[in-house]
Protein backbone atom coordinates (compact mmCIF):
# COMPACT_ATOMS: atom_id res chain seq x y z
CA UNK A 1 0.00 0.00 0.00
CA UNK A 2 1.42 3.25 -1.24
CA UNK A 3 1.23 5.98 1.93
CA UNK A 4 2.75 9.81 1.20
CA UNK A 5 3.39 12.44 4.00
CA UNK A 6 4.60 16.11 3.25
CA UNK A 7 6.49 17.78 5.78
CA UNK A 8 8.46 20.86 5.53
CA UNK A 9 5.76 23.81 4.57
CA UNK A 10 5.74 27.08 6.04
CA UNK A 11 5.71 31.09 6.02
CA UNK A 12 8.27 32.67 4.73
CA UNK A 13 9.48 36.54 2.87
CA UNK A 14 9.76 36.61 -0.94
CA UNK A 15 13.21 35.57 -1.84
CA UNK A 16 13.44 33.00 0.82
CA UNK A 17 14.07 29.34 0.43
CA UNK A 18 12.01 26.27 1.84
CA UNK A 19 12.57 22.54 1.48
CA UNK A 20 9.93 19.86 1.02
CA UNK A 21 10.07 15.68 1.89
CA UNK A 22 7.53 13.81 0.95
CA UNK A 23 8.49 10.71 3.31
CA UNK A 24 7.45 7.20 1.19
CA UNK A 25 6.29 3.48 1.81
CA UNK A 26 4.64 1.09 -0.49
CA UNK A 27 6.92 2.74 -3.49
CA UNK A 28 9.98 1.89 -5.19
CA UNK A 29 12.17 4.73 -7.18
CA UNK A 30 12.97 2.66 -10.16
CA UNK A 31 9.28 1.76 -10.69
CA UNK A 32 7.64 5.13 -9.64
CA UNK A 33 7.43 8.08 -10.74
CA UNK A 34 7.10 11.06 -8.48
CA UNK A 35 5.40 14.43 -8.32
CA UNK A 36 4.69 17.64 -6.71
CA UNK A 37 1.98 19.54 -7.46
CA UNK A 38 0.08 22.83 -5.54
CA UNK A 39 -2.98 24.47 -5.42
CA UNK A 40 -3.95 28.15 -4.39
CA UNK A 41 -7.04 28.60 -3.06
CA UNK A 42 -9.80 29.70 -5.63
CA UNK A 43 -7.55 28.32 -8.50
CA UNK A 44 -6.81 24.65 -9.91
CA UNK A 45 -4.33 22.65 -8.82
CA UNK A 46 -0.56 22.86 -11.34
CA UNK A 47 1.76 20.61 -11.70
CA UNK A 48 5.25 21.69 -10.19
CA UNK A 49 7.75 18.86 -10.70
CA UNK A 50 8.34 15.40 -11.58
CA UNK A 51 10.83 12.51 -11.88
CA UNK A 52 11.08 9.57 -13.11
CA UNK A 53 13.38 6.62 -14.17
CA UNK A 54 14.17 6.86 -17.82
CA UNK A 55 13.59 10.49 -18.14
CA UNK A 56 16.62 12.38 -19.02
CA UNK A 57 16.39 14.88 -16.54
CA UNK A 58 13.32 16.34 -14.00
CA UNK A 59 10.21 17.98 -15.24
CA UNK A 60 9.31 21.38 -14.61
CA UNK A 61 6.63 23.66 -14.87
CA UNK A 62 7.90 26.99 -16.35
CA UNK A 63 7.39 29.15 -13.69
CA UNK A 64 9.48 27.21 -11.51
CA UNK A 65 12.56 26.42 -13.84
CA UNK A 66 15.51 27.77 -12.26
CA UNK A 67 14.60 28.01 -9.08
CA UNK A 68 12.95 24.37 -7.72
CA UNK A 69 14.52 21.38 -8.00
CA UNK A 70 13.25 18.18 -7.30
CA UNK A 71 15.06 15.20 -5.63
CA UNK A 72 14.62 11.95 -4.64
CA UNK A 73 16.99 9.64 -2.06
CA UNK A 74 16.26 5.72 -2.15
CA UNK A 75 18.17 5.21 1.01
CA UNK A 76 15.48 7.15 2.71
CA UNK A 77 12.64 6.04 1.21
CA UNK A 78 12.32 10.80 0.31
CA UNK A 79 11.63 12.66 -2.58
CA UNK A 80 12.25 16.60 -1.85
CA UNK A 81 11.81 19.51 -3.74
CA UNK A 82 13.89 22.16 -2.56
CA UNK A 83 12.56 25.94 -3.71
CA UNK A 84 14.66 28.83 -4.04
CA UNK A 85 14.18 32.22 -4.41
CA UNK A 86 10.65 31.90 -3.57
CA UNK A 87 7.55 34.37 -4.42
CA UNK A 88 4.27 35.35 -3.21
CA UNK A 89 2.37 33.43 -6.49
CA UNK A 90 4.04 30.26 -4.91
CA UNK A 91 1.78 30.09 -1.84
CA UNK A 92 -0.40 27.17 -1.95
CA UNK A 93 -0.37 23.64 -0.43
CA UNK A 94 1.63 21.32 -2.12
CA UNK A 95 0.99 17.92 -2.52
CA UNK A 96 3.53 14.64 -3.65
CA UNK A 97 2.24 12.23 -5.60
CA UNK A 98 3.48 8.87 -7.35
CA UNK A 99 1.75 6.39 -9.69
CA UNK A 100 3.63 3.44 -11.84
CA UNK A 101 2.83 5.21 -15.12
CA UNK A 102 5.50 7.74 -15.79
CA UNK A 103 2.66 9.87 -17.77
CA UNK A 104 1.36 12.28 -14.76
CA UNK A 105 5.06 13.37 -14.08
CA UNK A 106 6.15 13.74 -17.74
CA UNK A 107 2.73 15.98 -18.23
CA UNK A 108 2.71 17.13 -14.57
CA UNK A 109 -1.19 16.39 -15.11
CA UNK A 110 -2.38 15.06 -11.80
CA UNK A 111 -5.29 13.08 -12.85
CA UNK A 112 -2.56 10.59 -14.17
CA UNK A 113 -1.55 9.73 -10.47
CA UNK A 114 -3.12 7.64 -8.08
CA UNK A 115 -1.76 7.78 -5.15
CA UNK A 116 -1.68 11.59 -2.82
CA UNK A 117 -0.26 12.73 0.72
CA UNK A 118 -2.20 14.86 2.49
CA UNK A 119 -0.68 18.32 1.88
CA UNK A 120 2.14 20.68 3.11
CA UNK A 121 1.26 24.64 3.36
CA UNK A 122 3.88 26.94 1.77
CA UNK A 123 3.20 30.72 2.73
CA UNK A 124 5.17 33.13 0.82
CA UNK A 125 5.10 36.99 2.10
CA UNK A 126 6.18 40.47 0.02
Known amino acids: QVHLVETGGGSVQAGGSLRLSCATS????????MGWFRQAPGKEREGVAGIYDGAGSPVYADSVKGRFTISRDSAKNTVYLQMNSLKPEDTGMYYC???????????????????WGQGTQVTVSP
Open 97 to 115: AADLSWLGCYHLSGEDLSH
Open 26 to 33: GVTFSTYC
